[in-house]
């Protein structure tokens, strides 16, 4: 049985529009069957194609943490704009 409370991943992309396709494949195959998915996804997506449009840096970092209790939070940074974060709230329920 594992004893880690949290799970967290991170990618670096190259900073073009094909990237945001490219995250939230990576994202989807992270949260694999867990119960907010899709609006994780949505969540990167929005936030992945905004730094892709607007940052002037050559790549974008994403980092997702799964929680102990199936919280998901998720942030994507560049260097000039900073980072955009994001919480998808699981409530109850098992993954």
Known sequence: MSTRTQR??????????A???EA??????ILDNHPRSDDAVL??????????LHT??????ITVTIE???DVLGAVRSSDLGEAR????????AF
């Open 56 to 61: 002037g840096s050559p790549h974008i970092s």
């Open 68 to 70: 102990k209790n199936h």
């Open 43 to 52: 969540l990167l997506s929005e936030a992945a194609t905004n730094s892709v």
């Open 24 to 29: 939230r494949r990576w994202l989807s195959k």
């Open 19 to 21: 990237s945001v396709g």
């Open 8 to 17: 967290t991943e991170t990618a670096v992309l190259p900073a073009t529009e």
């Open 86 to 93: 994001w919480l998808v709230e699981l409530g109850c329920g």
